[in-house]
């Protein structure tokens, strides 16, 4: 089974956002599912890297829906803050995955490293480990990142999670104030997908 090309596969992810941008990333010809048709919760995150937790869900969604899994983690890391949210990127929204509140939180964090991060360039970037798995075999398993630097205000209402204060490397506009569709060519996860395509 696993020398051909697959004719289906499921997304693994509960996040609307990541779905639609990985269902995009995906070649036409395959039958795509996502967790939401197996009714399927996410399991818990207890990796100490992006590359672990995105092998966690997918090996964890392929044996509950014996179909072969492609799953995302992926996340924000900010240099002057140790890295941080880094693999907590998601928890940082809490339980109602509340981006509001982690970029909040973002900005909390920077007041207290310096008060005057605002007139600062504060490296940042995006990760994305993307992994494909059927049961307990791991086809695949890939990193992409983007680098760039935080917005000192929300900008933009497209995208999602951090997006709004995410500024690539030599773009002006924010992750949320790109096209989704410019967003998507050159972001952490469709250059993870540059690098894992060749499996699929």
């Not at 996502?34 to 997918?58: A, C, H, M, Q, Y």
């Not at 059927?134 to 000192?152: P, Q, R």
Request: proline fraction near 3%; include cysteine.
């Amino acid at each position: 089974m696993l020398k051909k090309k697959f004719s289906k596969i499921l997304i693994g992810t509960n996040n609307k956002g990541k779905l639609r941008e990985i269902k995009g990333l995906l070649p036409k010809s395959i039958k795509i599912f996502s967790t939401s048709d197996f009714n399927l919760r996410s399991p818990p995150e207890n990796g100490l890297t992006f590359k672990e937790n995105s092998i966690i869900k997918s090996k964890y969604f392929s044996k509950k829906s014996n179909l072969v899994c492609i799953a995302d983690d992926s996340g924000l890391e900010i240099d002057c803050l140790d890295k941080k949210p880094g693999i907590f990127s998601a928890r940082w929204a809490g339980s109602k995955g509340d981006f509001n509140k982690a970029i909040k939180r973002v900005y909390k964090e920077l007041d207290k490293k310096d008060k005057n991060w605002k007139f600062k360039k504060i490296k940042a970037r995006f990760v994305c480990a993307l992994s494909i798995c059927y049961l307990d075999k791991i086809i695949a398993s890939v990193t992409g990142k983007i680098e760039g630097s935080i917005s000192n205000k929300i900008r933009g209402k497209n995208g999602f999670g951090y997006d709004p204060i995410f500024i690539p490397k030599k773009k002006r506009q924010t992750f949320g104030e790109m096209r989704f569709s410019s967003k998507c060519k050159i972001d952490h996860r469709s250059i993870a997908f540059k690098k894992i395509k060749k499996f699929l």
